[in-house]
């Protein structure tokens, strides 16, 4: 065997192995959108260069048949290759998405590392999770006042808020209907920023009946999206490439205008209503 079959053989295995992790990566560990928005690029990237690039690369290079320290080298070039796999695929577990908890308005995902520091019995027994793939959870509002104020102050001095409060899970489809009323507005969401019209014709070219849709924000780690949600059966069924944070800015007179609005809503509002307001965390 010349280095060049050697080299093109050292590939062909190298791909077939990367093929049936990012398999799992993709469709396991990271069903989309959540490999966009946690941002494991960097990983990946690595990867390729080290199993796809390099060990092929210094295979090309050392072999020669009959060479006294051949296996030697080979073995050097393998050891490499599986250290970055292990390194890799560690990382890219240990901070894949977990839960996706949907607490007051808007969606939030938990990853595993963070996940192993909450006490996960105190999750209800009634909801059924996964271990290996995102979750979706709901995380019903403090029963009363007084551990409202508790989580508040907790979660203002760095502690967890409702989303990251186990005991306060409860099954995604039969309390998401609870929230629909606090569904952002397509149309809102179109005209916020320039460019989202384009998005949500496309989207409404694909479901002509936005009604029976409820619009969430979700936060990610390096993205912001919103996940679209079914009103007949509670399922999370697609998403936008909307940062609902983003929006694009108000000439002088539409600030004017905006806040002249707000004041004459808040004179009319009824007191002591709480607010829910879409937050980043």
């Known amino acids: 065997m010349n280095r060049y079959k050697a ?6 295995i190298s791909a077939a192995i990367i093929a049936i992790f990012f398999s799992i990566v993709f469709f396991i560990w990271y069903p989309a959108p959540y490999f966009t928005i946690e941002g494991t690029y960097d990983i990946i990237v690595i990867l390729i260069a080290v199993d796809l690039v390099l060990g092929p690369l210094l295979t090309l290079i050392v072999f ?17 290759q599986i250290s970055a796999l292990i390194y890799g695929a560690n ?8 839960f996706i908890a949907f607490a007051v308005n808007q969606f939030s995902v938990l990853q595993a590392n963070a996940v192993k520091d909450m006490d996960l019995s105190l999750i209800d027994p009634k909801i059924n999770y996964q271990h290996l793939g995102p979750s979706y959870v709901y995380a019903e509002n403090p029963p009363n006042s007084e551990l409202a104020m508790q989580i508040s102050l907790e979660a203002a001095a760095g502690g967890p808020d409702i989303d990251r409060r186990p005991e306060l899970y409860r099954d995604f489809k039969k ?16 005209n916020q920023y320039p460019g989202n019209d384009v ?33 007949n059966n509670a399922e999370v069924i697609d998403y936008l490439e ?8 108000l000439s002088h007179l539409e600030k004017a205008r905006k806040k002249e609005q707000s004041l ?13 307001p879409i937050t980043n965390k």
Do not use: C, M, W
């Open 7 to 12: 080299s093109a053989t050292h590939l062909g």
């Open 64 to 80: 020669k048949s009959g060479k006294p320290s051949l296996k030697f080298d080979l073995s050097v070039i393998a050891l490499i």
């Open 175 to 190: 309390y998401i209907s609870r929230s629909f009323d606090r569904s952002l507005e397509l149309d809102t969401l179109a």
């Open 242 to 249: 909307i940062n609902p944070l983003k929006k694009k800015k």
């Open 91 to 98: 990382t890219i577990y240990t901070e894949r998405p977990y």
């Open 264 to 276: 004459e809503l808040d004179s009319n509002a009824p007191r002591g209503l709480p607010s829910a």
């Open 199 to 231: 998005i949500v014709n496309e989207f409404r070219s694909h479901y002509p009946d936005t009604k029976s849709l409820a619009f969430f924000p979700l936060f990610g780690k390096q993205r912001h999206i919103i996940l679209v949600v079914d009103r």
